[in-house]
């Protein structure tokens, strides 16, 4: 494959630019658009090589071309390479783009988890979903979507309550899994307990409360889905009763780790017993 | 107990408040200080009810002080309760304070590792002990506390390259465990396992290096230090040949964890075996 010709832009307000501009105002607003961005040059090689989204577009300060080339021969024909010099950049940017390494991501349609389980799920046996419920924190997110991929999950299912996985500093935390770990997103929490539970997935509502299975006393199902409420209030109780609560062996002075932490240690538990 | 009449103070300038001055600016600077910063109501009281350190003073929007009554018959005559308006407090502390909760801490003397483990660990057998090398990350460090709490670690030992875990992000993280798990702070990476093999404990030196055990196959020891070490180069090869080498099975195409995250498998493993 060959590189194709990069186009250069010299002024910031160029209309083909308008994906990248005043990024931080997006981070804030756009948490469900169409478009989403990518930035820096580990996450744009995660995207280029594994990742599951069409670019729209990539945008580069000029003085990364040269040592990008390699990178950049794996960008398809038809998605435009535009490159600015620095300042130019960080004018559309809003801040100072030090690493010089933007893309634009396409989200397309997400399917909701009542969706996405309906269409079957073509991992092959034993599978594990983790299941989020109401997590609006991007470093949590990030973090069960990195968790996730480390430890096998065949993909990560998210009520509409959760935050957007796409957004720029969800990515960076997830270390890149969000652009090509499969994920659905929407509807509520019980719709999703009851579709896993309808496909034949046993569901392990997180709790600390007293009462739960201690993991590691279970035997582990073929189908299995992990789920994570908020790190304050925890899940609700309707979900709880809904899945079979589970729990992890803690100091009785002090039970309380972060939700993505939780997940990892469960993860990594079913992971190793599977292995 | 008799809650102490608080002092009320007028003018951000006051000498008396000058351990709240600049907040953020000492969070830049004063990585080593003698003092450091508590904030909000959580965190102040287990800093009253379990903390370690003495404190200096509490420093109060006026609002808050009638709510807190309760939590303010705890402390001790012989610290000072300053109260001010909230825009007092807002000018003092160089942004926003609205949480109006601020404490200032005494830090003391720190041991490092090799002193803390010659003076003995009055825990009883079994002994868990979290090992930090180059640490620098105020998050990551502060997760380690918390984690270590959550799994009843006997203390948390950090070479100098860790970064201060008084730091008031690092104290949020932590959930407040910094403010009461016993930890030491200083030498290097190599003093700290030497000493700690010296003391009888078998270190386990986290690492993905293929060749490492694999957690879950080794039995646990009654004397056991968990090593971690910098996120993105791990730990060096000096010791981690100085340790037992043990990993975390992963996904072969995905092998990384956040480091606190490593350490909170591992701890969780580590608890749940001996629960």
């Known amino acids: 494959m060959t590189m194709q010709l990069a186009i250069e832009v010299d002024r910031a ?13 997006k981070d804030l607003t756009s948490g469900h658009g169409a478009r989403f961005i990518i930035e820096g040059k580990v996450t744009l090689e995660t995207a ?6 069409k670019l729209g577009s990539l945008f580069l300060a000029k003085s990364r071309l040269e040592p990008l080339a390699d990178l950049l021969a794996q960008v398809p024909q038809d998605v435009p390479i535009y490159v600015a010099p620095q300042d130019v950049m960080d004018a559309v940017a809003g801040f100072p783009m030090h690493r010089g390494v933007l893309a634009c991501g396409i989200k397309g349609d997400i399917p909701s988890p009542a969706e996405f389980l309906s269409q079957g799920i073509r991992a092959a046996a034993p599978s594990t979903l ?19 991929a480390a430890f096998g999950a065949d993909a990560v299912l998210m009520d509409a309550q959760c935050c957007d996985p ?4 969800a990515i960076r935390v ?4 969000s652009l090509w770990l499969p994920y659905a997103h929407g509807g509520t929490g019980m719709d999703m307990v009851n579709a896993a539970k309808a496909e034949g997935y046993e569901v392990w509502a997180m709790t600390p409360r007293a009462g739960a299975r201690m993991l590691g006393t279970l035997r582990i199902p073929e189908k299995l889905a992990i789920l994570l409420g908020a790190e304050g209030p925890g899940l609700p109780d309707a979900l709880i009763s809904a899945a079979r609560p589970v729990r992890i062996p803690m100091s009785s002075g002090f039970d309380s780790v972060n939700v993505a ?15």
Chains 1, 2 share one sequence.
Request: glycine share 8%.
């Open 130 to 148: 983790l299941m989020l419920s109401d997590l609006s924190n991007h470093d949590n997110v990030g973090a069960c979507f990195r968790n996730a």
């Open 48 to 53: 280029l090589r594994r990742g599951r989204f």
């Open 174 to 177: 997830s270390s890149g899994a």
């Open 166 to 169: 796409l957004y720029r500093k």
């Open 13 to 25: 307000d160029d209309p083909r630019l308008q994906a990248y501009t005043s990024i931080r105002e």
């Open 261 to 275: 932490t939780a997940g990892a240690i469960t993860l990594a538990h079913v992971f190793g017993q599977r292995t």
